[in-house]
Nanobody, 125 residues
Framework: QVQLVESGGDLVQPGGSLRLSCATSGFDLNSYWMYWVRQAPGKGPEWVSLAAVGGGGTYYGDPVKGRFKIFRDVAKNTLDLQMNVLRPEDTAVYYC??????????????????WGQGTQVTVSA
């Protein structure tokens, strides 16, 4: 079955860390552009990190550069997002998503060809 299942979201204090994980199945992880997309309350989705197809590199949105790191493990079929120095503005539902190309940062979820159910990250004191 082709699917993405996220886990790891939680309530964390500002300055804390979380690691999100996306378990993938049914497809070759290296054959797609893989994204972490977040949607904050009242806002549209935006990708925060991506791993290019075929191991072509990783990219980060400006708000998370230097704090977040994406990991693609083809052997384990997982896509992780290590998030450090979390801020209240990082509060959002985080989705793992795949696409066949580079997508604009604020593309709607429907532009991705597959996404998971999301995991909630709340950063609050």
């Amino acid at each position: 079955q082709v699917q993405l299942v996220e886990s790891g979201g939680d309530l964390v204090q500002p300055g804390g860390s979380l690691r999100l994980s996306c378990a993938t199945s049914g497809f070759d992880l290296n054959s797609y552009w893989m994204y972490w997309v977040r949607q904050a309350p009242g806002k549209g989705p935006e990708w925060v990190s991506l791993a290019a197809v075929g191991g072509g590199g990783t990219y980060y949105g400006d708000p998370v550069k230097g704090r977040f790191k994406i990991f693609r493990d083809v052997a384990k079929n997982t896509l992780d997002l290590q998030m450090n120095v979390l801020r209240p503005e990082d509060t959002a539902v985080y989705y793992c998503a795949r696409a066949r190309s580079w997508l604009a940062k604020k593309s709607p979820l429907q532009d991705y060809d597959l996404w998971g159910q999301g995991t909630q990250v709340t950063v609050s004191a």
